[in-house]
């Protein structure tokens, strides 16, 4: 049910959709300005002949021949590309008033994650830091005949690319960073057609923030694009309004939004470095205040311990596969840019990348000085560290490294969540052994968009064949597990981890120890009597063939499964489900180990489990 403010603010939204799209606002450059941003010309002359800038000249060569890297695939379009086309799956949708077109339709409009993607125009900055870096017309030319392209195909408030305002956000940052970079480049006919557009980009924004619908990443991606629009460009009429109006959003998502601990509450590691950048650029044009700064260090501490030792990131929740800026590369180690451009404006060390991840975003959003604090060999996090907001546990003992999700769903309808809960992921020198298989889809399969957000997906336990959760449609979930943590304490060389999961009266209690040898696993599932099935489920990683599991079940096999290392990607994988059919309760341990051993037993798991726990509640006493 919609609050009497809500309809309020939706009537007056839509009111104000129709006056733009049949009054087109318009705007006439008066005056040549430039934009308070670090020098680019500076950052490519210090970046030229390095391995960055290597890799951008490889992939702006791909985008003069049209062709894209989107997500975890490479899109071809041919000589023209059609804006609005989704060309994986072949299907285009037409110039309907934006409101009316039905964007979460697969049958309607195709994958529009793919479609938006390429909209958001961040190949174009790319395109233009690589004429900095090599001097070439070629990629000035094609950023020019792209901006007219589009502004052709894609008239104001009409079509696909309107439809969503996070979309006309990232597109509205690319443009301005276009702008920035090689705008005295910029024929002085598109000059005028540009900024007009840019205009029509900030009025679409200002009336169609996400203040009810998706208030989480979406509405702060779409305050901070407002942002910087107004700062950077006071010469529209309404900047003055818009910075005022978008300053006052974000810094109430910053208090709202981001969990006492430093997580983001989305319950998502993607999501989360997603967050700390949105914030991090308004921080940098808001004057580094210190309101902002305070929540950034706890975001990137957070981020420090989802890096991890091998600082890559496990893709726990949904992988979103887009980034703020420089969407090009591994996706589990987009955070380490990220990182090192906090290390850099917080004074944190082992925090700071290597020349390469500074290179990334430091060098463009700071200035290319960063370039000179890099280091060879960042350092990762070692010890333990408990998340309590969050529910996250990390544990480093040995060569492994361990996550465990032990919190709750994202904040309202957990859209970005997945039904792991008390999943973990392990590491052993880097080298991945249980994984999370990622996202792969939102909408172009529901069958598939189900599979990888479900239990049977993740390191944990499944009764009866049914998620932890119940979804409702691919963006929420109708009800959500209890979760507490029990107990997590070093014990003796290792980790002891308890902690239980409620759903559906069910009971599922995870006790776990971590030592430099070894894993060991035991789940109790209580609850509902009768007999039911039970399955703990393992995805195995490429790091598993060099350690040796077994488990207490009788039906323990390995089985094909998927993993998907990006949006859009999908690969073969393994897993193995350790199965026992029985009345409740329910028992199954598991054991990992660097040696070879006897089979483990749920009595041998209970026996080691409880000495531990005997062992700290004496510390206690």
Known sequence: MRSFAEIKFRARQEAANLLLLYRKPKFKVSRDFGLALPDGEQAAEKLKSSLYAAEVERIADAVLRHDFPILGLEITTGPEIHWRKDYLHGKDSGLAYFKRLPYLNFDAVGDHKLVWELNRHQHLVLLAQAYLLTGRHAYCDEVWAQIRSWIDENPFQRGLNWASALEVAFRTLSWIWVFHLIGHEMPQDLRQIFLMSLYQHGRHLAENLSVYFSPNTHLLGEAVALFVLGALIPDFPESKAWVSQSRAIVLKQLAFQVWPDGAHFEQSSYYHVYAVDFFLLFYLVNGRDHETASVLERMAEYLHWLLGTAREISFFGDDDGGRLFHPYGVRSRFGRATLATCGILFGREDWIGTYDELAEQAAWWIGPEVLARAVESP?????????????????????????????????????????DSLSLTLRKGGEPVLVDPGTFTYIADIAERNWFRGSAAHNSVRVDGEDQGSGAGPFRWASKPIVTLSEWKRAGSGWFVDANCEYRGLKHRRRIWLGAEQLVVLDEVGGVPGEHRCEQIWQLGEGAQAVHISTSAPDSRVEESRFSPSYGRKEDGRCLVATVHATLPIRIAMRLSVAEQAPITVEAAEDLLSRLENSLASQKD
């Open 379 to 419: 350092r990762g996090p070692s010890g333990g560290r408990l998340f309590k907001d969050s529910g996250a546990v990390f544990l480093h003992a040995g060569e492994f490294w361990l996550q465990m999700d032990c919190g709750p769903f994202g904040y309202g309808g957990a859209g970005h969540s997945h039904s």
